[in-house]
C-alpha cells in the first residue's frame, strides 16, 4: 500500500472554520487601513530572485537558508516570496507610481514561503497582512503606520501586546558602531561565552541576546547604536516617539531591536504577544529608506509592517473572530414542500439574508437541532398550515403564508 498523502511540512490546510476566522482579520484589516487611505495590492506568488538578492540582503538568513528558489521551463531563477516588501517596491517602480501623489500608501494579505523549521506559528508557507506607504520620509507616516499595526491587534483582540521601538540610523551610523562594539567586545573577550567570542566579526550585534551570566554583565555597559545616531536621525527617532506619545500608545525603547532584513534605516518596530510561545512575534516592520534605490529606482524613502495572519489568530481572544451569521434555516414536513422551501431560501438570498436549506433529508426534530447547530436566528418549517416562523432570540413564533417569510424575517431583524 502506498503512504498516505499529506500537506508538506510546514503547511496547512484552511479548513473552514479557520477560513471564517482569517475572514475577521481580512475584514478589519480593510477598513482600518482602508479609513486611512491605505489601497490593496497584490503581487505575484513568485519574482525573480534577483529581487530578494538585492532587496532583502544576502547575507541574511532569509536568502541564504530559506528561500524556495528554482529553475522555470525558460532557465529564469525564480523564487516563491519570503515576504513582500521587496515586491511591493518593485511594483511600485514597474508601475511608475512615483508620479502619483506621495505617499503611496498601500497594504496585502497573502502568504508567504520561508524554508525554515516548522512548529506552532512557525510555517512554510504563511499569511501575513501588510503595509507599506512609499514616497515620503516624514515621520509621522512611522508613527501613522504603528498605530495602525496596534489598532489592527486590538480590533481582532489579540491579547498581551507589547511594542518595542528602536532606531538603526543610517548604514554608515550602522558601519561606525559595529566597528565600536568589536572593539567593545574584543576588549572584553574574557568574559564573553564562546559562541558570543566566536561571532564578534561575523554578528557582533546578537551579543546582546545572550543569556550567559558573563556576557550579559559586558552587554550591560555596552555602547548603544541608539547613542550614537547623528543629530537629524535622532530627531526623526524623538519625533515618532512624541506622535506616539500624543496617540497614548505604550511603547518600549530597544536600543537592541534587531530584524531579520537587511533593508531598514531609521525606525524600526516588533509587536510581540505574551500569550504566544517562542514564536512571540506578531508583527513587525520599519523605514526603509534605501531600498527602492537598491532596486534601482531614484532615492525614495518607505515605511511599512507585516503581521503573521497565523500568530494573530493564536494570540486573539477566540470571541472576537466568531462564526458566521445565518439569518434563516428553510425546513420542511415531507418532500412535497421541498420545492416551496427552495424558493423561499433562494428568495431570502436574494434579499440579502444569509439563508439555507435543509439539504440532507432529516426529520423535522434533525432540521430543528441543525437550525440551532449553525446558530440560526429564525427557522421556517413548512407544513401544511402554511409556514412555522420560530425566532430564536425571542422564543416567539408565528405562522404565515410561504410567500411571507422573507418579509417575515427582514421585518423582524431590523426591529
Ligand atoms: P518579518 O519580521 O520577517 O518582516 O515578518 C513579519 C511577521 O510575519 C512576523 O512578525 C511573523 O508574525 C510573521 N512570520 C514571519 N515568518 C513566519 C513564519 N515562518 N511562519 C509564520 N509567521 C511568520 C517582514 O516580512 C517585512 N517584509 C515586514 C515589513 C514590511 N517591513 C517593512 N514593510
Known amino acids: 500500500m502506498s503512504a498516505k498523502l499529506q500537506a508538506p511540512r510546514g503547511t496547512y490546510d484552511v479548513l473552514p472554520e479557520e477560513a471564517t476566522r482569517r475572514a475577521a482579520v481580512e475584514a478589519a484589516a480593510a477598513r482600518i487601513l482602508g479609513a486611512a487611505g491605505y489601497r490593496r495590492i497584490e503581487t505575484p506568488a513568485f519574482e525573480a530572485t534577483e529581487l530578494f ?3 532583502v540582503g544576502s547575507s541574511t538568513d532569509i536568502v541564504q537558508k530559506e528561500m524556495y528558489t528554482f529553475e522555470d521551463g525558460g532557465g529564469r531563477s525564480l523564487t516563491l516570496r519570503p515576504e513582500g516588501t521587496a515586491p511591493v517596491c518593485r511594483a511600485y517602480l514597474e508601475h511608475g507610481m512615483q508620479k502619483l501623489p506621495q505617499p503611496v500608501k498601500l497594504w496585502y494579505l497573502s502568504s508567504f514561503f520561508r524554508y525554515e523549521r516548522a512548529q506552532a506559528g512557525r510555517q512554510r508557507q504563511f499569511w501575513q497582512v501588510g503595509t507599506e506607504a512609499i514616497g515620503s520620509a516624514d515621520p509621522a507616516v512611522d508613527a501613522e503606520s504603528i498605530v495602525l499595526l496596534a489598532e489592527l491587534l486590538d480590533a481582532l483582540g489579540v491579547r498581551e501586546v507589547r511594542l518595542r521601538l528602536g532606531s538603526l540610523g543610517t548604514a554608515e551610523t550602522r558601519a561606525t558602531y559595529r566597528e565600536e562594539l568589536q572593539a567593545y567586545l574584543r576588549a572584553h573577550e574574557d568574559r564573553l561565552s564562546d559562541e558570543v567570542r566566536a561571532r564578534i566579526d561575523q554578528n557582533p550585534l546578537r551579543a546582546f541576546d545572550a543569556d550567559h551570566p558573563g556576557t550579559r554583565e559586558v552587554m550591560a555597559a555596552a555602547p548603544r547604536l541608539l547613542d550614537r545616531l547623528s543629530g537629524e536621525d535622532a530627531d526623526h527617532f524623538a519625533t515618532v516617539c512624541a506622535l506616539l506619545d500624543g496617540a497614548a500608545l505604550t511603547y518600549e525603547v530597544d536600543p537592541t531591536l534587531v530584524r531579520g532584513l537587511d533593508y531598514y534605516a531609521r525606525t524600526v518596530f516588533e509587536f510581540t504577544s505574551d500569550a504566544l510561545g517562542a514564536q512571540s512575534g506578531v508583527g513587525g516592520g520599519g523605514r526603509y529608506d534605501g531600498l527602492i534605490e537598491q532596486l534601482g529606482g531614484p532615492p525614495t524613502p518607505g515605511v511599512g509592517w507585516a503581521a503573521g495572519v497565523e500568530r494573530i489568530l493564536l494570540a486573539a481572544d477566540q470571541s ?6 445565518v439569518d434563516l434555516f428553510v425546513a420542511y414536513a415531507g418532500e412535497e414542500h421541498r420545492a416551496a422551501g427552495f424558493q423561499i431560501a433562494h428568495e431570502a438570498r436574494r434579499a440579502g439574508l444569509a439563508a439555507q ?49 422573507v418579509h417575515h424575517v427582514l421585518r423582524g431583524r431590523s426591529l
Do not use: M
Open 53 to 55: 538578492a538585492r532587496g
Open 320 to 325: 472576537h473572530v466568531g462564526e458566521p451569521v
Open 357 to 405: 436549506l435543509e439539504l440532507a433529508g432529516r426529520s423535522v426534530k434533525g432540521q430543528l437541532k441543525q437550525a440551532d447547530r449553525i446558530g440560526a436566528r429564525y427557522v421556517a418549517i413548512l407544513g401544511e398550515e402554511g409556514a412555522t416562523v420560530k425566532d430564536s432570540e425571542s422564543g416567539g413564533q408565528e405562522t404565515v403564508e410561504p410567500g411571507a417569510v
